[in-house]
């Protein structure tokens, strides 16, 4: 069964940092790219990062790109998004997702090109 698990949300001052993980199981992680999405409240799901892990890719948004770092570690099936200059823009539920490579991956931050998704973590920013 595939599991996604995220922790490492919670509050923040604005310009602070934090570190999202996601522990995958269930799969074998280098086939697959992981991912983070963010849904605030009465917004659209926006795509945050994802990390191909079979070659090691790396995709971004243009709000985060810069602030942010998505980084793999096979050894422990866990990814991590590295949060900084936190604002209140970036307040959102933050969802990992994954999705098998040989299945076809063609847009990284289209929420349906990925089969499972985590349970979700909220990330606050106090302005």
């Known amino acids: 069964e595939v599991q996604l698990v995220e922790s490492g949300g919670g509050l923040v001052q604005a310009g602070g940092s934090l570190r999202l993980s996601c522990a995958a199981s269930g799969f074998t992680f280098d086939d697959y790219a992981i991912g983070w999405f963010r849904q605030a409240p009465g917004k659209e799901r926006e795509g945050v990062s994802c990390?191909?892990?079979?070659?090691?890719?790396?995709y971004y948004s243009e709000s985060v790109k810069g602030r942010f770092t998505i980084s793999s570690d096979n050894a422990k099936n866990t990814v991590y998004l590295l949060m900084n200059s936190l604002n209140p823009e970036d307040v959102a539920e933050y969802y990992c997702?994954?999705?098998?490579?040989?299945?076809?991956?063609?847009?990284?931050?289209?929420?349906?090109?990925?089969?499972?998704w985590g349970h979700g973590i909220q990330v606050t920013v106090s302005s």
């Open positions: 997702v994954a999705v098998f490579l040989a299945a076809g991956f063609y847009k990284w931050d289209d929420p349906y090109e990925y089969a499972y």
């Open positions: 990390i191909d892990n079979s070659d090691g890719s790396t």
